[in-house]
């Protein structure tokens, strides 16, 4: 489990910068991350972070519907 910790760790941190500096392709990223911390949240029983991060997957796919419209 640490190392999907990990994963979505950077995912998020690389998603972040890339959205921040206006390269689009960092939604996907960040929307990947969150699915794979909501995973990681349930599997660990952090229920509140798997919460967390299944608003910025809604979050994320608002950006990703946003960049294509």
């Known amino acids: 489990m640490k190392k ?3 994963i ?3 995912l998020a ?3 972040a910068l890339l959205v921040a500096n206006q390269i689009h392709v960092g939604w996907p ?3 990947s991350s969150s699915l794979l ?3 990681w949240g349930i ?3 952090n229920y509140w972070i798997a919460g ?3 608003f910025f997957t809604c979050t994320n796919t608002m950006g ?3 960049y294509f419209l």
């Open 4 to 6: 999907l910790e990990a």
């Open 8 to 10: 979505f760790s950077i």
């Open 13 to 15: 941190m690389l998603g």
């Open 29 to 31: 990223i960040f929307l």
């Open 37 to 39: 911390g909501t995973i």
């Open 43 to 45: 599997k660990t029983k």
């Open 52 to 54: 967390m991060q299944i």
């Open 64 to 66: 990703l519907i946003n």
